[in-house]
């Protein structure tokens, strides 16, 4: 990935994709959740996400929430997209405002003018 542009202009993408998608048994399954398996593309709904934040003049590296328990299928299907983030462990699955509120923190570190 190429170097974001400077002063803070780039924004930094937050992916959260913590969740077990229950919802969509017998697809989607406690340790392959729906967001990490191929329903409408050959590749994987976070996958195409992480395909949307890939223009460096745009985005800056993104900021992937997840649960421990997802954390090799997160760093694999990264590494099979040719980019590089970076991966926060949820302990257990919390509610959306905790991992936004985290996302936001070390966002604010990185880059305490990105948007």
Known sequence: MAEPVEGGDSMIPVIMCGGAGTRLWPVSRESMPKQFVPLI????TFQQALDRVRDSELFDRPIIMTNADFRFIV???????????????????????????????????????AK
């Open 75 to 113: 760093a694999e299907q990264v590494r099979e997209c040719g980019l590089e983030a970076d991966i926060v462990l949820e302990p257990t699955r919390c509610d959306s405002a905790m991992a936004i509120a985290v996302a936001a923190l070390l966002a604010c570190e990185r880059e305490p003018t």
């Open 41 to 44: 593309d050959e590749r994987s």
